[in-house]
């Protein structure tokens, strides 16, 4: 299923994470399935930073089914972009084809994202995975229709917030709520940053061997075998609420909990809008690489600038820095991380473009410490919910700010826009950094009453 992107060190419960390990699986949510035992959290002494996390099974077999799933989405949605294209010829339906993986998120996001809490994780991971493989093998049919093909799109994007949502959510039942969640967040974002820079490239060679059909073909099987992955190496888990009704209006009310909240909302605007800035210099890099009079090459080290400075600094702070520092980088790294798009007001050449790309991909940073402020934030009872409703979120601002910043551009300098969105995103978030900063010192006070 689709990417993890974000996060922010967090506030302590009691004691700070590197003092209190937190426990794989908490007793309260021991598996229903007696053919498993609870698995520990290495304690102190054991292995150390990423490698703690892969100490734990269950954790190494999320992370391989998200590995395979991610390779098969990049590699189907570049496939099925050919596909649309040789079927109509018509370059709009072919980038529409593209745009209708970010669309449906909000969708998803909102309507189903009760599913993520009414159920146990594991049963709406592996159903969540074989609905996706079904659409995917539906689209290979010669005989599906174009329009089939995009509502089929449709579906699979609109399922994927619901995935990564519960998925989410469920690492703080296998890693608990401290360090340990944190780190595994940031490999599977790791993994989603790295996945654009290879899955392209992997499509690509698929395409050269296969047809289109061919190549969509290997995400049937990525996503069955994510889903016996899913199915054979975590635990049966309880659902987080027992409460019935009807599931759009559990999800309606997630939501409006979850946004309700003065504290949550701020941390959610604190992953969104950063990244609905940042998109800026990706969405426009091909007009910008023209503007510059640089070619193919030039183009594809501007598209992949930004991806390397955000996994060269997420891997930085997650092996390098602790808990508490991670805590403190939070809100001046989040303030300045749009501030190097400004140099795109100088129309700078191919040298200090890639430069400043790869410093505002490095802010990024900051998010795996608000990862740990947000899970500490949300109530687990809505943690299902509050995590779809993240994932949603964050690629629709970031598919509105592709467009936004591509209908700017028709009436600006490409390399103003840029700029622009890198100052104005700036204020944006320092007014945010102010607000997040308030909430906290109330949230402290809240709990130590």
């Known amino acids: 299923m689709p990417s993890d992107n974000t996060t922010t060190a967090g506030t302590p419960r009691d004691r700070s994470a590197a003092e209190e390990p937190s426990p794989a699986l908490p007793p309260e949510r021991a598996s229903s399935d007696p053919g498993h035992a609870p698995e520990a959290a290495p304690r102190p002494g054991g292995p150390a930073g990423y490698r703690a996390v892969f100490a734990v099974r269950e954790f190494r077999a999320v992370f391989a089914a998200h590995l395979l799933s991610l390779l098969g989405v990049v590699v189907s949605e570049l496939a099925l972009t050919v596909l649309v294209y040789d079927l109509t010829g018509s370059p709009l339906l072919s980038a529409l084809t593209f745009a209708l993986g970010f669309l449906p998120y909000i969708v998803g996001g909102t309507l189903f994202a009760g599913v993520a809490d009414r159920y146990p994780a594991r049963r709406v991971l592996v159903t969540c995975d074989l609905v996706c493989a079904g659409c995917v093998a539906v689209m290979v049919l010669p005989a599906t229709p174009v329009w089939g093909l995009l509502a089929l799109r449709c579906v699979v994007a609109a399922v994927a917030p619901v995935f990564t949502g519960t998925r989410t959510a469920a690492l703080a039942d296998i890693l608990g709520e401290g360090d340990l969640y944190v780190l595994g967040r940031s490999l599977l974002r790791l993994v989603s940053q790295s996945a654009l820079l290879v899955g392209f490239g992997a499509g690509g060679v698929l395409l050269a ?148 790309l790869v410093l505002a991909g490095a802010g990024a940073a900051y998010v795996i410490g608000l990862d740990q402020w947000f899970v500490e934030a949300v109530p687990e009872e809505l943690r299902g919910r509050a995590m779809t409703l993240l994932t949603a979120g964050l690629m629709t601002v970031q598919g509105l700010g592709m467009a936004l910043a591509g209908l700017a551009a028709e009436f600006l300098p490409v390399h103003q826009v840029v700029a622009y969105a890198g100052a104005v995103g700036t204020v944006c978030t320092l007014l945010l950094v102010v607000e997040v900063r308030r909430t906290r010192v109330r949230y402290r006070s809240a709990r130590q009453c």
């Open 209 to 356: 061997a296969l047809s289109p059909r061919g190549a969509i073909t290997v995400t049937v099987l990525t996503f069955l075998c994510s889903a016996a992955l899913l199915r054979l190496g975590t635990l049966d888990r309880p659902a987080r609420t027992t409460e019935g009704g009807a599931l759009l209006k559990e999800s309606l009310a997630g939501a409006r909990a979850v946004l309700g909240d003065r504290r949550i909302r701020g941390l959610l605007l604190l992953f969104w809008v950063p990244a609905f800035f940042v998109v800026a210099p990706e969405a426009l890099a091909a007009p910008y690489a023209d503007a510059i009079g640089a070619g193919p090459a030039a183009l594809g080290l501007l598209m992949c600038a930004m991806a390397v400075g955000h996994i060269g600094a997420e891997l930085y702070v997650g092996t390098a820095l602790g808990p508490r520092a991670r805590s403190r980088i939070v809100l001046p790294v989040a303030a300045l991380g749009l501030l190097p798009l400004v140099l795109y007001a100088f129309r700078p050449g191919m040298a200090l473009t890639v430069g400043a």
